[in-house]
């Protein structure tokens, strides 16, 4: 077995909660694609990131299904352990800093997978949702085909003081046809619900133009803040678990 690290991203205030990531510290252990995209799908993590140069930071971001060119929570961990000022992405290099707790990376919106951003009119709503089946939407009110059904559902909680509380059902159609999920919206198959999505809250903080803390999922919380030319810095609390 390949060793990796686990790590725990956007974790609550008491440390618990998050996303789990799985980072593969030496990339060149498992250098082709499909090998890589193998391991991801054999450990099951929503994201698992291949770590191709550590001093600059090039990295590679895969789930179960896919190869992503850029997400959320798989930036913000490997940021922090790594300790990093930036990383490569294909996307695009994505800059990092460390500020106590906080783990900070900052990107582009348009990097992010598109997805719907449907707000309710209260957090007790939001709380309420029940889990659309696998490529059924129209529970939520929406579309089948909108956005192929990823959905981030949110709510104010303190409009004045940008509190958000949301949750995040990221299933989807693949190109094979197959309904599947993840945490970055792309095809994992499995997870219903996404605990912590640091895309979608970029998107949100985008839209909105103003500084978030989000409360997503059963206790994650995820800090934004939009930047000049369009940039939005999205911070969080990680752990390493193993």
Known sequence: MTDYDVLRVFCGPSGGYGNELGVVRDGSLLPGRDERQAFAAKLGFSETVFVDDPERGVIDIYTPTLRLPFAGHPCVGTAWL??????VTPAGVVGARQDGEFSWIEARPEWAPPRTLRQYAT????????????????????????????????????????????????G?????????SSGAGACTGGIEEDEATGAAALLLTARLGRALNIRQGAGSQILTAPQPEGWVEVGGRVFLER
């Open 123 to 170: 957090a007790a709503e939001v709380d309420a949702l029940v889990v659309p089946s696998p490529g059924e939407r129209s529970e939520m009110g929406v579309p089948p085909d909108e956005v192929r059904g990823r959905v981030y559902a949110w709510a104010w909680e303190d409009e004045s003081a940008g509190r958000i509380s949301a949750r995040a059902f990221p």
């Open 82 to 87: 790594l300790d990093l000022p930036e990383l």
């Open 172 to 180: 989807r159609i693949d190109e094979r046809g197959v309904s599947r």
